[in-house]
């Protein structure tokens, strides 16, 4: 597919005015301008107060390192339905949003309330002030934090850590795929890894992949925007078919004998990502796992955090039944 997405004027706008700041905020040293990029990224507070059936509340894993959580409770759900934990990445080529930033803030809302799930959003280091692995270091941390005995007191009685899925978009895309490996190798006391979605997960490789070429104009997403958050992010000396960009490539780490969960994999017609997207999927079915590959012909990077648009809540409903169909 090539041409332009229609997407409403509200959406272009902000589109367009986000893909600006980062062009202006990343710089040729490698360094980014926070200050700047905060401009756009306006954050929201926790609910202290329940509004439409939902709280939410942040919780310290480590304050030297900033890391925490926002964690979202649905409210309305009764004390016998057991209700799954989604532990969910954002989205910000690792580089940028956090999980106070209002437009996932408001995302992480709609999923609670009408999945409904109690949401662990987790608010991890960015790039390039931590550098690959750090991200992952941190998601992995979260699990088993939540893990712990006395995590279970802030949790609803109702909430199931047996049926917790890990999820994100984009960067956090990447992120629930790395920290589901890393949970697949390890022994928890009460939580269960039963399913990943994947939405739009940020992948790459050394290779320029025909999606990448054919939609070289395609909003949000460039080559130049992803090569420079790629550098940002990887360690020194590193090149992108490192294991944490190139997924499914040639030094892709081995998980055909890991008790894998179950992917959904999102992938929208107007994101350049696409064909790396769809060959993690087919990676993940050569590898003897269960995956499920999901499309939104007109959707472009980003889609889900537009409400207004069709496929955001199509997604929801497709996130519903796949959650479904593992529990």
Not at 103 to 115: I, Y
Not at 141 to 148: A, E, G, N, T, Y
Not at 240 to 267: Q, W
Request: hydrophobic share 40%.
């Amino acid at each position: 597919m090539s041409g332009s997405p229609d997407l409403p004027w509200k959406v272009r706008l902000f589109v367009s005015s986000l893909s600006f700041l980062v062009d202006v905020c990343r710089r040729s040293n490698g360094t980014f301008n926070r200050t700047l990029i905060n401009l756009l990224d306006v954050k929201a507070s926790p609910l202290k107060k329940p509004l439409n059936g939902l709280q939410s509340s942040d919780i310290v894993v480590d304050d030297s390192r900033n890391l925490w959580f926002r964690l979202y409770t649905p409210l309305q759900i009764p004390t016998h339905s057991r209700v799954p934990v989604i532990v969910y990445f954002h989205g910000g080529g690792f580089v940028l949003m956090s999980a106070d930033s209002k437009t996932h803030d408001d995302f992480c809302q709609r999923l609670s309330r009408e999945l409904p799930a109690v949401i662990v959003s987790v608010n991890y280091r960015l790039a390039p002030e931590n550098r690959c692995p750090s991200a992952f270091e941190d998601g992995f941390d979260v699990l088993k934090f939540i893990d712990s005995a006395w995590f279970k007191d802030l949790l609803p009685v109702n909430a199931d850590l047996k049926k917790c899925f890990v999820a994100g978009d984009s960067a956090g895309g990447n992120m629930a795929h790395q920290v589901a490996v890393k949970a697949a190798k390890h022994e928890f006391d009460q939580l269960d890894v039963v399913g990943i979605m994947a939405l739009q997960p940020f992948l790459g490789g050394k290779e320029r992949i025909e999606s990448e070429i054919r939609l070289v104009g395609a909003p949000l997403i460039n080559l130049d925007r992803t090569d420079w958050m790629w550098k940002a992010f990887l360690p020194e000396g590193s090149d992108r078919d490192h294991p944490a960009v190139n997924v499914s490539g040639p030094n892709s780490v081995d998980i055909s004998d890991l008790k894998f969960p179950a992917t959904m994999v999102v992938v929208a017609g107007f994101d350049p990502l696409q064909d790396w997207q769809k060959r993690y999927y087919q990676w993940l079915k050569k590898q003897g796992k269960e995956a499920k590959l999901i499309e939104y012909p007109d959707a472009i990077h980003g889609f889900y955090i537009f409400p207004e648009l069709k496929e955001s809540s199509l997604l929801i409903k497709d996130m519903r039944d796949f959650m479904q169909s593992k529990l």
